[in-house]
C-alpha cells in the first residue's frame, strides 16, 4: 500500500525538523535541573541544618545559583529557538498559502476569498511562539520526576504516580468535552466574519435600502451560535481547570502529610518530606498546563486542519516549459463551461476560430454566457470539456506569470488595489513611465489622470477612492492594454462611460487592433461594435451566430431565425 504524498505544511515541519529535536533536547536538560531545588531543599535540611555549617551554606547557594541560572539560559535560548521557527514556518509557507488562497477564490468565483488561510498561519505561529507549547515538551519527561520519587521512598513515588495519573484522566477529559465545541464554535466565528466582510465591502447597497437591520440580525445569529458553543466549551475546560489546579495544590498538601507520617516512622528525613512535596508540584505542573491551555491547542489543531486541507485542494502549479510570445490566434474546440461549484453549463458545444488581430464583439441576452465566455478565454474559469487555445496551446498549459502580460482583461466590476493610479496600470510591476502613459494616453485618461491631485502617485483604495465609476473603468482599460498585450478581453468596456468616454474607447479599440492585438468586446451597445471585424451572437450558452459582422448584423436586422454557427467558423 502507497503512503499518501506529504502535504506542504508537514513538509515544512519536517524542515524545521532539526530545531523541534534541538528544543527537545533543551527541554530534557531544563527538565533535569528543575530537579535542583529540591535537592538543595534536602541538602539545606540533612546537611546544612544537621551540621551548622556556614561554609556548606554558602557552597550551596553558589551551586544553586550556577545551576539555575544555566536553567534560565537553556529555556530562553529554546523560547528563541521557537520564535524562529515560527518565522521560518510563515517565511516557508506564506507565499504558498497565499497562492492557494488565490486559487480558492479564483475558482470559486470570488464567493470564499478570504484571507482566513494566512490567518490561520499567524494562529499558529503564535500559538508556538507562547508560553503553553513548552508544556507538550516538558510532560514527556514525567517518568524523571516519578522515578526520583521512587528513589526517595516507594510510597512517595507511587502518590506521585497516582496524582498524575488524575491529572492526565482529567486532560483526556477535556479534550473529549471541548474539542466538538470549540471546532463548532470556530465555523460560526468564520461564517459570522466572512457575512460581516461581505457586508462591509457592500456598505453603500446596505446603507442606500435600509438593510442594515436585516444583516444585524442575521450576523447576531449567527454569533449568537458561536458564543454559546464558545460559552459550552469555556464552561466545561473552566470547572476542569479549576478542579485541576485544585487537585494539585491538594496532592502537595497531601504529600507533605505522607512524608510527616514517614519521617514520625523515621522511614525518611526531613529533608526528603520538603524536597518531595517540591518534587510533585513540578511533576504536575506541565500536566496542569496542558489543561489550561487546551483551548489555545484546540485552536492550534483546527488552524492546521484548515490549512493542511487547503494545501491539499490547492496544489502547487508545475512547472511547464516556457512557450514562445503568443502572436494571439484563438481557437475554441467544443467548449463547455460552467460557473465555479456549478453543475449546470452556462456554455455548451461552442466552436470559435479568431486569427491573430481580429477583433471579435459578441452580443446576446443577460444570462447568455458571456461573461462566462470572457473568463474561459483568458483561463480563469475551466472548462468542462473541449479546449481554448492560444497559438494552438491549451490555455490552461500557459505558465501564468508568463502568459499575463500578454493578456489584458476589462471585467464589468472594476476592482482597482491598494496603490498609486501608476501602480495600478503598471499591475504593480516595474513601473515603466514611459509605458504607462501610453496606456493611458490609449484609453483616454492621461488628461483626467494629471488633473488629479498628485497625478499619475495619487493614491487609491481598493474601490477607487474619489474616483467615478467611469474613471475607474478607464484606468481599468488603462491596465488592460498595459504593455501591448496580444490578447484583449473587455467585458462591457461602455458600461459606465458617458459619450466622451465611449468615443475615446471606440478609438482605442481601433488603435489596438491597428496595433494587431486580438480583441474581444463584449457589449450591450452596437456603437462600440462598429470596428470589429466578426460578431458573435449568444444565446442560451451556445452560438446562434457566428461571422463578418457586416452578414451577421443583417441577418439581425433582417429578422431571419439565426443560423446556428459551423462548427469551425474562420471567415
Known amino acids: 500500500m502507497t503512503a499518501s504524498p506529504r502535504s506542504d505544511l508537514q513538509v515544512v515541519l519536517t524542515a524545521c525538523k532539526g530545531s523541534f529535536l534541538a528544543v527537545g533536547l533543551f527541554s530534557l536538560f531544563v527538565n533535569f535541573l528543575m530537579l535542583v531545588p529540591s535537592f538543595f531543599m534536602l541538602q539545606v535540611y540533612d546537611r546544612v541544618l544537621a551540621s551548622g555549617s556556614e561554609a556548606t551554606l554558602v557552597m550551596l547557594c553558589l551551586i544553586l545559583l550556577l545551576l539555575l541560572g544555566t536553567m534560565g539560559c537553556l529555556e530562553w535560548v529554546r523560547s528563541r529557538i521557537m520564535v524562529r521557527v515560527s518565522t521560518r514556518i510563515d517565511s516557508l509557507l506564506g507565499p504558498r498559502l497565499y497562492d492557494a488562497s488565490f486559487q480558492q ?44 520519587m521512587f528513589l526517595f521512598h516507594p510510597w512517595y513515588g507511587w502518590f506521585g504516580t ?8 482529567l486532560a483526556y477529559a477535556n479534550e473529549r468535552l471541548t474539542h466538538q465545541p470549540l471546532q463548532l464554535a470556530n465555523q ?26 436585516q ?8 454569533n449568537h451560535r458561536a458564543l454559546i458553543l464558545q460559552s459550552l466549551a469555556s464552561d466545561r475546560a473552566g470547572a476542569l481547570t479549576a478542579l485541576s489546579r485544585t487537585l494539585r495544590l491538594l496532592v502537595q498538601s497531601l504529600i507533605l502529610a505522607l512524608g510527616s507520617y514517614l519521617v514520625l516512622e523515621q522511614e525518611i528525613s526531613p529533608g ?80 470559435l476560430r479568431v486569427a491573430a ?50 493578456l489584458g482583461y476589462l471585467p464589468q466590476d472594476i476592482e482597482l488595489f491598494e496603490g498609486t493610479i501608476s501602480e495600478n496600470i503598471a499591475r504593480f510591476g516595474k513601473v515603466d513611465p514611459a509605458a504607462v502613459v501610453e496606456a493611458a494616453r490609449l484609453a483616454g485618461v492621461h488628461e483626467l489622470i494629471l488633473r488629479l491631485p498628485e497625478g ?3 493614491l487609491i483604495g481598493a474601490t477607487g477612492g474619489g474616483l467615478s465609476g467611469g ?22 468596456p461602455n458600461s459606465n462611460l458617458d459619450d466622451q468616454g465611449e468615443r475615446a474607447l471606440i478609438l482605442a479599440l481601433q488603435q489596438l487592433k491597428a496595433a494587431g492585438a486580438t480583441l474581444f468586446v463584449i457589449s450591450h451597445r452596437p456603437s462600440v461594435l462598429c470596428g470589429v471585424d466578426k460578431l458573435l451572437v449568444l444565446r442560451e450558452g451556445m452560438a446562434a451566430l457566428y461571422g463578418p459582422r457586416e452578414r451577421v448584423m443583417a441577418e439581425l436586422q433582417g429578422g431571419q431565425p439565426p443560423v446556428p454557427a459551423p462548427r469551425r467558423a474562420g471567415e
Open 272 to 351: 526528603l518530606m520538603i524536597a518531595g512535596s517540591i518534587l510533585l508540584g513540578r511533576a504536575l505542573a506541565p500536566i496542569d498546563l496542558m489543561i489550561g491551555v487546551w483551548k489555545g491547542f484546540s485552536t492550534a489543531r483546527s488552524q492546521y486542519a484548515r490549512l493542511s486541507e487547503l494545501l491539499r485542494k490547492f496544489p502547487p502549479a508545475p512547472e511547464r516549459m516556457p512557450l514562445p510570445a503568443p502572436r494571439g490566434e484563438l481557437s475554441v474546440e467544443g467548449l463547455v463551461v460552467a460557473p465555479p461549484g456549478g453543475r449546470q453549463p452556462t456554455l455548451r458545444g461552442l466552436n
Open 471 to 492: 474613471q475607474r473603468q478607464r484606468i481599468g482599460l488603462a491596465r488592460a492594454v498595459y504593455g501591448q498585450p496580444r490578447l484583449i478581453v473587455l467585458d462591457e
Open 357 to 406: 488581430g481580429e477583433a471579435v464583439g459578441v452580443v446576446g441576452p443577460s444570462g447568455a454566457g458571456k461573461s462566462t465566455l470572457a473568463r474561459a478565454l483568458l483561463g480563469i474559469w475551466a472548462a468542462q470539456q473541449g479546449k481554448v487555445r492560444l497559438d494552438g496551446a491549451d490555455i490552461a498549459c500557459w505558465q501564468r506569470d508568463e502568459l499575463g502580460p500578454y
Open 188 to 213: 460560526e466565528n468564520l461564517a459570522a466574519t466572512n457575512f460581516t466582510s461581505k457586508s462591509l465591502r457592500n456598505a453603500e447597497v446596505v446603507a442606500s435600502m435600509g438593510m442594515l437591520p
Open 162 to 169: 497516582f496524582s498524575a495519573l488524575l491529572l492526565v484522566v
Open 105 to 148: 477564490a479564483l475558482l470559486s468565483g470570488g464567493m470564499l476569498g478570504s484571507a482566513q488561510a494566512l490567518s490561520d498561519l499567524t494562529g499558529l505561529r503564535q500559538f508556538l511562539t507562547g508560553n503553553g507549547l513548552f508544556a507538550f515538551f516538558d510532560a514527556p519527561w514525567l517518568p524523571i520526576y516519578l522515578a526520583v
Open 215 to 222: 444583516l444585524r440580525q442575521r450576523w447576531e445569529g449567527i
Open 456 to 458: 499619475y502617485d495619487t
